[in-house]
């Protein structure tokens, strides 16, 4: 029986990926490349097509001890190929599942149409630089409770160029470095976005491989 998987991921216990696949191309994804590696028998698997392994679905509820859980940490829920149904279905198992806290990230908040409000679902953006930023407005517009944002990788200054970093309304920050291989942003860059958080009062998450100074770790809510 599918069960979750633990993960080395700093802010998470456990990842689930019922659905997995995404044509983003980003050069940096380690996603594709563990679903080419772990999972050679599946074909979609292989070339990252977006696609269900429905052996998945139960395993949330096998476990009761309250988690958090990465969703989708191999694939984009709001990916354009995902089918309503899967993403219905990930929702569902989410309401029933009220003892863990389901965090989700995608690139394409603008396919976040009638996502709900549960309490222990929480949807995020991944940026990367300043590029991306215009995504956060989105994410507001989208999801009124438990937003977040992931910068990571952080390849690039998100306070400089066309777009302004506006973190108001948002819950949780988390920054992170690029990994395999590793390039380390620059600290100022770092420093910009824990500066607003600060000023904001929104809990921030430094990952490890930032090799930060000074360990912040926080999590909404304490």
């Known amino acids: 029986m599918p069960r979750l998987n633990p993960t080395g991921i700093d802010w998470a216990e456990f990842t689930w990926n019922p659905i997995v696949g995404c044509d983003g191309g980003c050069s940096y994804c380690y996603a594709r490349k563990m679903a080419a590696r772990f999972h050679r ?16 679905w139960d395993a949330p509820s096998k476990r009761i001890k309250p988690a958090q859980i990465f969703t989708e940490s191999m694939g984009d829920l709001y990916h354009p190929h995902t089918r309503w149904e899967w993403r219905n279905k990930v929702y ?34 991944s940026v990367t630089s300043y590029l991306d930023t215009g995504t956060i407005g989105i994410l507001k517009q989208r999801k009124k409770t438990n937003r977040f944002v992931s910068f990571e990788p952080l390849t690039g200054s998100v306070t400089t160029g066309w777009s302004k970093l506006d973190l108001t309304g948002i819950d949780w920050v988390i920054i992170g470095a690029q990994t395999n291989p590793t390039i380390m942003p620059d ?15 929104i809990p921030v998450f430094l990952k490890n491989n930032l090799n930060w100074p000074i360990k912040i770790q926080e999590y909404p809510g304490g």
Do not use: S
């Open 41 to 56: 028998g599946c074909e979609d698997c292989r070339t990252f097509t977006p696609h269900v392994h429905p052996e998945r």
């Open 92 to 125: 569902q198992v989410i309401k029933f599942n009220q003892q863990h806290t389901f965090l989700l990230l995608t690139k394409r908040p603008d396919n976040m149409w009638d996502v709900p409000e549960y309490p222990n679902m929480w949807n995020g953006v």
């Open 187 to 201: 600290p100022k860059w770092v420093k910009a976005i824990v500066d607003q958080c600060i000023y904001l009062k």
